[in-house]
């Protein structure tokens, strides 16, 4: 079992940024790939970004390019997104999962496609 916990949300104005952490335990994360996602009221949960378990790959939503980034230090067992240019439009509450991975190469964006889900940390952008 991989005990997932996120941190790093709060209240931010328009523009500014936040790095939400990932922390795991039970398990080492050298073979899990790992995604964020998010999720706003009324709305699916969405991909946010994913990244290998060898951290060489990442991939992002199109709409958030350029804005967030996705990285991880395995030997902290902790995975981070780093939010930039942050919008209104990206509040919601974001949570971290894990896949395990039978390659270091792969990245994983379906929800459905995860094993292990953090309980969610709120962001939540002010105009």
């Known amino acids: 079992q991989v005990q997932l916990v996120e941190s790093g949300g709060g209240l931010v104005q328009a523009g500014g940024s936040l790095r939400l952490s990932c922390a795991a335990s039970?398990?080492?994360?050298?073979?899990?790939?790992m995604g964020w996602f998010r999720q706003a009221p009324g709305n699916e949960r969405e991909f946010v970004a994913g990244?290998?378990?060898?951290?060489?790959?990442?991939r992002y939503a199109d709409s958030l390019k350029g804005r967030f980034t996705i990285s991880r230090d395995n030997a902290k067992n902790t995975v981070y997104l780093q939010m930039n240019s942050l919008k209104p439009e990206d509040t919601a509450v974001y949570y971290c999962?894990?896949?395990?991975?039978?390659?270091?190469?792969?990245?994983?964006?379906?929800?459905?496609?995860?094993?292990?889900w953090g309980q969610g940390t709120q962001v939540t952008v002010s105009s």
């Open positions: 039970g398990r080492t994360l050298i073979n899990y790939a």
């Open positions: 999962a894990a896949k395990f991975a039978y390659t270091s190469y792969s990245w994983y964006g379906n929800a459905y496609e995860y094993d292990y």
């Open positions: 990244i290998s378990a060898s951290g060489g790959n990442t």
